[in-house]
């Protein structure tokens, strides 16, 4: 199983950025892909999670109504839409996957691609 996270980089407070993640090697149909996210100091925590069969997504309270998730299933991707980012969004995003339904919890995925920053400047 690979995962590839791209699409970071440095944006202004108000600003758009979209995060990929290319995901192979599954050999299921029932897969979760969630972007997970650490800031310096901070553990790393679930932004947003899609799994890749019914669409069935999650939200943290804290990127609701400004991040969405979507999913190209012919192309095995995930993107995250980032709108109206806060200096408070800027971490490190990771891309995630598992076997199975929908989880949001660190725990529950196997299989973890590189890291991407996001740095929103204030």
């Known amino acids: 199983v690979q995962l590839q996270a791209s699409g970071g980089g440095l944006v202004q407070a108000g600003g758009s950025l979209r995060l990929s993640c290319a995901f192979s090697?599954?050999?299921?149909?029932?897969?979760?892909i969630g972007w997970f996210r650490q800031a310096p100091g901070k553990e790393r925590e679930a932004v947003s999670c899609?799994?890749?069969?019914?669409?069935?997504?999650y939200y943290a309270n804290s990127v609701l109504d400004r991040f969405t998730i979507s999913k190209d299933n012919s192309k095995n991707t995930v993107y995250l839409q980032m709108n109206s980012l806060k200096p408070e969004d800027t971490a490190v995003y990771y891309c995630?996957?598992?076997?199975?339904?929908?989880?949001?919890?660190?725990?529950?995925?196997?299989?973890w691609g590189q890291g991407t920053q996001v740095t929103v400047s204030s």
């Open positions: 090697g599954f050999r299921s149909s029932v897969v979760t």
């Open positions: 995630a996957g598992r076997l199975g339904s929908m989880r949001y919890d660190v725990r529950s995925y196997n299989y």
């Open positions: 899609i799994t890749t069969r019914t669409g069935e997504t």
